[in-house]
């Protein structure tokens, strides 16, 4: 079966300090990948997807930036993190654009 | 352009008692949708999905959803809430987008079921 791991779990970083958080996909080949970021309370915003190795499709302007190193492998990075960047990031996977999301357990991003 | 709208932020509810979580969308295509939960501090998870053919949809831990296509809404239903449903509730639909598909979410609505 699929798996979807996503770490650290909790992560607390000061302004200006850089961040790498991973995700990785076990059980399938070629999946469409995704990050989200949920500030507190509010719903989910779609920041990169991916369809493939190399291909990154970027959603909104903003500090972040992601990268897809091998097939079932995601990570979201930073140069210098912003009081802004704080919020519950969510790694997620399909087999397809139109079909149902699989999502890690998150992320809880903390910026001091 | 697809949306989702979510009528209710906040639904408390006793335990036991019946609950419905109300969801519209727009879309000038057809349309996949789904409903997911999200625990405190985890991750979502899906609880049920229109894909097509009967617009009665059955999803994991008794609940049930109705497509509506002349209402253009996907409402969660659940005859008998229990306490360990108290959780964040998420309506979304599939839209197509710069040439791919992706999922569009709702703002969520909080459920709370008291004893």
């Known amino acids: 079966s699929q798996t979807i791991h996503q770490w650290p779990a909790t992560l607390v970083q000061p302004v200006g300090s850089p961040l790498s958080l991973e995700c990785t996909v076990e059980g399938t080949s070629n999946p469409n990948l995704y990050w989200y970021r949920q500030a507190a309370g509010r719903g989910l915003q779609l920041l990169f997807y991916?369809?493939?190795?190399?291909?990154i499709s970027s959603e909104v302007p903003q500090n972040l930036s992601a990268s897809r190193p091998q097939d079932r492998q995601f990570i979201l990075s930073s140069k210098k993190l912003l009081l802004s960047d704080s919020g519950f990031y969510l790694c997620?996977?399909?087999?397809?654009?139109?079909?149902?999301?699989?999502f890690g357990d998150g992320t809880r991003l903390s910026i001091l | 352009a697809q949306s989702v709208t979510q009528l209710d932020s906040q639904v408390p509810v006793f335990e036991e008692a019946p609950v419905e979580l109300r969801c519209n969308y727009s879309?000038?295509?057809?349309?996949?949708l789904f409903w997911y939960v999200q625990y405190p501090n985890q991750g979502l998870q899906l609880l049920l999905k229109?894909?097509?053919?009967?617009?009665l949809v059955k999803g994991i831990n008794g609940f049930e959803a109705e497509f509506n296509k002349s209402q253009t809404s996907f409402h969660l239903r659940k005859p008998s809430v229990h306490i360990s449903d108290t959780a964040e509730y998420f309506c979304?639909?599939?839209?197509?987008?710069?040439?791919?598909?992706?999922?569009?979410f709702g703002a969520g609505t909080r459920l709370a079921v008291h004893p």
């Open positions: 229109y894909l097509s053919g009967s617009t």
């Open positions: 997620a996977w399909s087999i397809a654009g139109d079909q149902p999301q699989h």
């Open positions: 979304a639909v599939s839209a197509p987008s710069g040439g791919y598909n992706k999922l569009i």
């Open positions: 879309s000038s295509v057809s349309v996949y």
């Open positions: 991916s369809v493939g190795i190399g291909q």
